[in-house]
């Protein structure tokens, strides 16, 4: 089948004319893989067709990739909405390694360093999300090693005393949220109560709100030792220990 001509249709692709009164939209580069432009003619359609429409997907995952980095997992996962054909997404996949699109190690040390600087998380919950990716322990392991002493204590200070400034709570109960709040953030309880232990709240004045919040709210129910019975109780039960 001879092609009549060629017309530019957007990036990378032309509309090609042939001379059954027929068109394809065909990549830039299966025109050059299949010499088209020199021999002017298609022997074979049903191959171009097959090549091109592997082309596309090949591309569309290209565009995937450049929005930002991504897992092998996540790779898969992208072209399983596209296709089924298990060996060709094998074949897309070890192409893109090759041409070094698909890198573990670059991810994983790009998704560290952005957790750093983006966030607060601590080592566990970014190891626990990266091997939800499917990386492997050791890949992993090789790059929070970042996450030395110096660091933790760091993030994990700069945590407990912007949390601080805005406590409401009793010392007991601010301890109790913020290790609660430092172990979902990725931190081992060694780690957060070596820090924790210092941290000094003075809730003296939020002891005395809560006193008289708790007087008013029993006073007509209870008189004498037995308000202060309950207060006490109540005081206690909001972490107020002294």
Request: net charge positive.
């Amino acid at each position: 089948m001879k092609i009549i001509k060629y017309q530019k249709s957007g990036k990378k692709k032309y509309r090609v004319y042939f001379s059954n009164g027929k068109s394809l939209l065909l990549y830039e580069d299966v025109i050059l893989k299949f010499d088209l432009l020199l021999k002017k003619e298609v022997k074979d359609l049903s191959s171009l067709i097959t090549y091109n429409e592997k082309y596309e997907l090949y591309d569309k995952t290209l565009s995937y990739i450049n929005k930002k980095l991504r897992s092998e997992k996540e790779i898969r996962k992208y072209l399983e909405k596209y296709t089924d054909d298990n060996n060709l997404i094998e074949e897309i996949i070890k192409s893109l390694k090759e041409k070094g699109f698909l890198n573990s190690n670059l991810y994983i040390k790009s998704y560290v360093h952005d957790r750093i600087y983006l966030s607060l998380d601590g080592p566990i919950k970014i190891k626990n999300d990266l091997e939800k990716l499917g990386f492997r322990e050791e890949d992993i392991n090789n790059e929070l090693e970042i996450f030395d002493e110096e660091l933790i204590k760091e993030r994990i200070l700069k945590y407990l005393n912007k949390q601080q400034k805005s406590n409401k709570k009793s010392l007991y109960v601010f301890k109790n949220k913020m290790l609660l709040n430092l172990v979902g953030l990725g931190y081992s309880r060694y780690d957060i109560l070596k820090y924790l232990d210092n941290i000094k709240v003075d809730d003296n004045n939020l002891k005395e709100v809560e006193r008289e919040k708790l007087r008013k709210k029993y006073e007509k129910k209870y008189k004498g030792y037995e308000l202060e019975l309950i207060i006490k109780k109540k005081l206690y039960e909001k972490g107020f220990r002294d």
